[in-house]
């Protein structure tokens, strides 16, 4: 098999994104004012994103049997990534979200885990993930995550994972020291603020990407929504402000900065560019309903840089 650029590990899901003005009351009913189903999940998300930006691409992951399945899977085909490694289960249903996204763009999830509630995967997905340059994951199955970071590690991968899931829910009910068990076989790590908040409850931004840093990481990432995010590599901290733009939806936002920082890193830039160009496919994807449906090629982020005063580093992009 030829090497990927990157390989990832995680949700794969079906979103049904509503736009309101305003969240319902209890009780009462609401009109949307756009909808969409699509596809989404975190790692979905992600490979897409790092596709459109022209990296070649392969996923771990499972889906239902049903319609659902069957969408994702066509829209990872469509997206050039391959899906040898991805496990078609016809036992439980595909994952399902429903994202209510309110009229500033914020949104709201309520989740059906589905098939992903209990992950099992083939031995062979710990070679599959050794065969590229870069290994993300977002924690869907932590000892799975665990075991894949570790291998990949081992063979040279550079490795990367999102906690959120650790924080958010949490499928298999385990301990907090999970965490560091991921973190150990991190080069990158990202999480949100408000991801950050649960998992190390008490401890400032700063100290919390210290203690990241303290497990073994090499980069620790914290994206802070509408007002950037914080890179720290041990010896120095950066601070990248987003871009301004028309928000539609920020469903799946964070994916695409991920997916923006990677690449960028894979391109050998300097973490600060990373997150510079992080944040603008960020921006870029929040344009429009639907976590996938923004995500820019790479010719849409040089376009955006130049037209933002960064044509030096959209000249960088190749």
Not at 106 to 127: N, W
Not at 147 to 153: H, M, T
Request: proline letters at 2%; aromatic letters at 6%.
């Amino acid at each position: 098999m030829e090497a990927m650029d990157v390989v990832g590990f995680g949700s794969l899901c079906i979103d049904f994104v509503f736009k309101v003005d305003e969240y319902p009351k209890r009780g009462t009913s609401n009109l949307s004012r756009a909808s969409v189903i699509d596809c989404g999940g975190t790692v979905g998300n992600f490979l897409v994103g790092c596709s459109r930006l022209g990296l070649k691409c392969g996923v771990v992951g499972v889906v239902g049997s049903d319609h659902y399945g069957q969408m994702i899977v066509e829209r990872l085909t469509s997206s050039g990534i391959d899906t040898s490694m991805l496990i078609v289960d016809g036992r439980r249903p595909t994952a399902k979200v429903v994202c209510i996204v309110d009229g500033k763009g914020e949104r709201t999830f309520m989740v059906d885990p589905g098939v992903q509630a209990r992950v099992e995967l083939p031995e062979e997905a710990r070679e599959y993930v050794t065969k590229c340059r870069a290994f993300h994951t977002d924690c869907l199955d932590v000892k799975w995550a665990s075991l894949l970071l570790r291998e990949a590690k081992r063979r040279g991968v550079m490795t990367s994972a999102d906690v959120g899931l650790l924080a958010e829910h949490a499928l298999q009910g385990v301990g907090g020291g999970w965490v560091d068990e991921v973190v150990e076989w991190c080069d990158v790590v990202f999480v949100s603020e408000a991801n950050a908040k649960k998992l190390f409850p008490g401890l400032s931004p700063l100290n919390v990407l210290d203690r990241v840093l303290q497990r073994g990481a090499n980069l620790a990432v914290m994206t802070l929504g509408r007002r950037g995010c914080v890179v720290a590599d041990g010896s120095t901290v950066a601070r990248v402000k987003a871009f301004e733009v028309e928000v539609v939806d920020t469903t799946g936002a964070g994916d695409a900065f991920e997916a923006g920082f990677v690449f960028s890193l894979l391109k050998g830039l300097d973490a600060k560019s990373a997150a510079l160009l992080g944040c603008a496919v960020a921006a870029i994807k929040c344009t429009k309903l639907g976590a996938q449906a923004g995500l820019p090629t790479l010719d849409e982020i040089r376009a955006f840089l130049r037209e933002r005063g960064y044509g030096s580093l959209a000249s960088s992009l190749s």
